[in-house]
């Protein structure tokens, strides 16, 4: 729960762009996170990201708890790229491509590294169910406590640490074999 | 320990920092929805605005109002004193009800509202 954001949910429903904008920057990490939870895309979340604020902020007068807002908007998040997945099945994206398309250019080495990475943890995060791949990106990418993360999702603290456990496991085994395969 | 966290670091979108790009594109495309915002303000938010400096002023106004009806009682007993409403700086129209020694109407209180006291 948290006053700013009641207090900048209140300007915002004013038309205040100051106070949208810190609301943007203060929930934007975990809005993407969570999109890229159900997406398993970086490109796609960033999109269901942009149109969940958008929703929110055409539905700002609905939102009866300001200071849950951020609740408020990772469901509108979740279901809007849940409408997203349903919708681009047809045409899957493979997360190598998009990696490949992320490249800057700039430090191509690095660059590469990085995307073999990203691609590889989103093939790991492909295995998960969507309520272990959102508690692992919440909780180790960006800094939510079980807390944060039990409220959010409606579950227990223990289960969220379970989901957490579980994650890291597959996800660490998978990370390896990939290893061992490649390095064969 | 198998229960480290996992380094998510690669699927960061902006390496720790919030995301600039994905920001302002969100930002500008809400621009219509905060302007059509700005334009719809409630009605009873505006006559908010509009009635709190009105509601000061009035206050202000009954304050100096009450003093200058008490000064009056006491210059119409003694019109020597009637050098005191200027001597104090109260505002033309209130210095004149006290000179005068009456109650202001409702129409003096208006005019002197309109007339920024």
Same mark, same amino acid.
């Given at each position: ?10 300007? =915002? ?11 943007v920057?203060r929930h934007v990490r975990a809005a993407h996170a969570v999109a890229l939870a159900v997406l398993g895309n970086a490109?796609d979340a960033e999109?269901a990201c942009q149109?969940a604020f ?16 951020v609740g408020?908007l990772l469901q509108i998040v979740r279901?809007g790229a ?29 660059? =590469? #590294?990085?995307?073999?990475?990203r691609?590889?943890l989103l093939?790991?995060l492909?295995?998960l169910?969507e309520v272990q791949r959102e508690v692992v990106l919440l909780h180790d990418l960006e800094g939510w406590a079980?807390?944060e993360i039990?409220?959010l999702l ?6 969220s640490?379970?989901h957490l456990?579980?994650a ?7 990370? #390896?074999?990939?290893?061992? #395969? #490649?390095?064969? | 320990?198998?229960?480290?966290p996992v380094?998510l670091s690669a699927l960061d979108p902006a390496a720790g920092g919030v995301p600039?790009?994905l ?22 938010? &505006? ?11 009035? /206050? &202000? ?22 050098? &005191? ?8 129209? &209130? /210095? ?22």
């Open positions: 729960m948290s006053d700013l954001d009641a207090h900048l949910v209140a300007r =915002a429903r004013a038309g205040d762009a100051a106070a949208f904008d810190g609301l920057r490109e999109d149109d958008i929703k929110a902020l055409e539905r700002l007068d609905q939102c009866r708890e300001p200071e849950r807002f408020w279901n849940r409408n997203r997945l349903r919708f681009e099945r047809s045409r899957p994206t493979s997360p190598l491509e998009l990696a490949a398309g992320r490249s800057s250019g700039s430090r191509p080495g690095r660059d =590469a #590294e990085r995307a073999e990475m691609a590889r093939g790991g492909a295995t169910s079980h807390r039990a409220d409606g579950l227990a603290e223990g289960t640490r379970f456990s579980v890291r496991r597959k996800l660490r085994l998978l990370l #390896e074999v990939l290893v061992t #395969e #490649e390095e064969r | 320990m198998i229960d480290n380094d600039e790009e920001v302002r594109s969100i930002v500008a495309r809400a621009g219509p929805e905060l302007a059509r915002r700005t334009d719809r303000r409630e009605p009873m938010a &505006v006559l908010a605005d509009w009635a709190r400096p009105t509601f000061a002023a009035a /206050a &202000v106004l009954a304050a100096v109002s009450l003093l200058g009806f008490s000064l009056a009682r006491q210059i119409g007993a003694d019109p020597r004193l009637r050098w &005191v409403p200027e001597a104090l700086g109260l505002p033309g129209p &209130v /210095a004149e009800w006290v000179t005068e020694g009456r109650s202001p109407t409702g129409d003096d209180l208006l005019l002197a509202m309109e007339g920024g006291l």
